[in-house]
Structures are given as structure tokens and as C-alpha cells.
């Protein structure tokens, strides 16, 4: 059994190593941000520690039989729930799944600091933020090897759609990839992203200014 400052020290350290990958998060403007993964990661922390010392009295009673590691294992089939509420899928878009994999992720280093495997959760944390943001420049040489395009675009509400690409695009509209349509940044705007697949940069650019001859339509700086 552990005193009580040392699992205090479990839940402040595993709150501080979840910031440092939701502040990652926070940064790209996503709804699970700082306090979500915080929460998530010092939740699972003490979930450890409940699962692991919460039971120390009912297992001295004579014929008693608990598996301590029950409790714990739930966490990892209950994020899945938050998980999937970071998703977000517009017809055959999906966008949120790296996010959805960092509430998984911290929780699992939730539980490992919580089981006082300090350094195993450090190690991960800093390990997923190389992930997060160090391999970012590697998917943009990927996007540009196999003809990658991407364009972020704002407009008035039902300005553009994919069958209104289709008629102004024709047969290139083929090469659209994916089409998201969100909130824009101010009131009665919206923000579209298309993503070209299979084109050189100057065909895309070719099409990305045709579409900005669109009334009202104009680009912003391209996610990545």
C-alpha cells in the first residue's frame, strides 16, 4: 500500500503529462483540447489507483478473490465512448481520428503512472508528441509524392457543394478527395476544405482559381 502524498503525486503528474499532449491539441483549435486530455489522463490515473488499492481490506477477508486489474481494463473500452464523440463524419469524411487516438493514448499513460510506472509514461508522452508534431513534415512530403492537394477555402453559406464542382470542374472534379464543410470563422460564412488527389500542384492550381472566381469565395491558408 502507497501513502496518500504518493498517489496524490501519481494524479498531478499524470494531469501534467496529459496537458503537455492536449496542449498539442489545443493548438490545432480541436474541442477535445488542454482540459479534456488533462482530465482523461488523470481519470484513468486514478481509475489505476482505485483498481490497484482501493480493495486492500476486502481481499484480507477469508475466501475472497478479486481481480484488481478489472476496474482498470474498463477504461480502455470506456474512452472509446469520448473517443468517438471527438469524430466527426460528413457523408464519406471523417476528421478527428488523431485526436480520438490522443484521448486513447493519454489515457493509457493514465493508467501507467497511476500503476507507478513513472517512467514508461513519460517515455510515451514525450513519444506521442513526436508523433504528433514531428512526423507532420513527413506526411507533407507523403501528400507531395503521391499528388496530394489541399485547399482551405471560406464562402457564404451554400456558396459551394460537390455538385456545384462538379458543373464548374467538369471531369476534374474527379480528382476531389475529400470535401468538408464546416463553421466559418465569422457569422454567415462558411469554411470549406478540398483535398485533391492524383494532381500536380500547378493543376490544382489551375482549379483552386477557377473556383475562386466564385462570388464571395476566398482562400485561407491551407491545413496540414
Keep these: 500500500?502507497?501513502?496518500?502524498?504518493?498517489?496524490?503525486?501519481?494524479?498531478?503528474?499524470?494531469?501534467?503529462?496529459?496537458?503537455?499532449?492536449?496542449?498539442?491539441?489545443?493548438?490545432?483549435?480541436?474541442?477535445?483540447?488542454?482540459?479534456?486530455?488533462?482530465?482523461?489522463?488523470?481519470?484513468?490515473?486514478?481509475?489505476?489507483?482505485?483498481?490497484?488499492?482501493?480493495?486492500?481490506?476486502?481481499?484480507?477477508?477469508?475466501?475472497?478473490?478479486?481481480?484488481?486489474?478489472?476496474?482498470?481494463?474498463?477504461?480502455?473500452?470506456?474512452?472509446?465512448?469520448?473517443?468517438?464523440?471527438?469524430?466527426?463524419?460528413?457523408?464519406?469524411?471523417?476528421?478527428?481520428?488523431?485526436?480520438?487516438?490522443?484521448?486513447?493514448?493519454?489515457?493509457?499513460?493514465?493508467?501507467?503512472?497511476?500503476?507507478?510506472?513513472?517512467?514508461?509514461?513519460?517515455?510515451?508522452?514525450?513519444?506521442?508528441?513526436?508523433?504528433?508534431i514531428a512526423i507532420r513534415p513527413m506526411e507533407r512530403l507523403l501528400r507531395d509524392i503521391v499528388q496530394i492537394q489541399v485547399v482551405k477555402l471560406v464562402a457564404p453559406p451554400n456558396t459551394l457543394s460537390l455538385s456545384q464542382l462538379e458543373q464548374l470542374l467538369g471531369e476534374r472534379s474527379k480528382k476531389i478527395r475529400q470535401f468538408i464543410v464546416e463553421q466559418g470563422p465569422v457569422k454567415d460564412t462558411e469554411t470549406v476544405t478540398i483535398e485533391f488527389r492524383g494532381v500536380t500542384r500547378v493543376v490544382a492550381d489551375q482549379m483552386i482559381k477557377e473556383i475562386l472566381g466564385v462570388t464571395g469565395v476566398r482562400e485561407v491558408l491551407a491545413p496540414h
Design 1 to 132: 500500500m502507497i501513502s496518500d502524498w504518493e498517489m496524490c503525486i501519481r494524479l498531478l503528474l499524470a494531469a501534467f503529462l496529459g496537458s503537455l499532449i492536449g496542449v498539442q491539441r489545443e493548438h490545432l483549435f480541436w474541442t477535445a483540447g488542454l482540459r479534456t486530455h488533462m482530465l482523461v489522463c488523470a481519470g484513468a490515473c486514478l481509475v489505476m489507483i482505485v483498481s490497484a488499492f482501493g480493495f486492500q481490506q476486502a481481499l484480507t477477508m477469508p475466501g475472497t478473490q478479486l481481480d484488481p486489474s478489472r476496474i482498470a481494463a474498463q477504461v480502455v473500452s470506456g474512452i472509446g465512448f469520448l473517443g468517438a464523440g471527438s469524430i466527426l463524419m460528413r457523408g464519406e469524411v471523417i476528421k478527428g481520428l488523431t485526436t480520438a487516438a490522443s484521448l486513447w493514448a493519454v489515457a493509457a499513460i493514465g493508467l501507467a503512472v497511476g500503476g507507478g510506472l513513472y517512467v514508461l509514461g513519460t517515455a510515451a508522452t514525450f513519444l506521442i508528441l513526436i508523433i504528433l
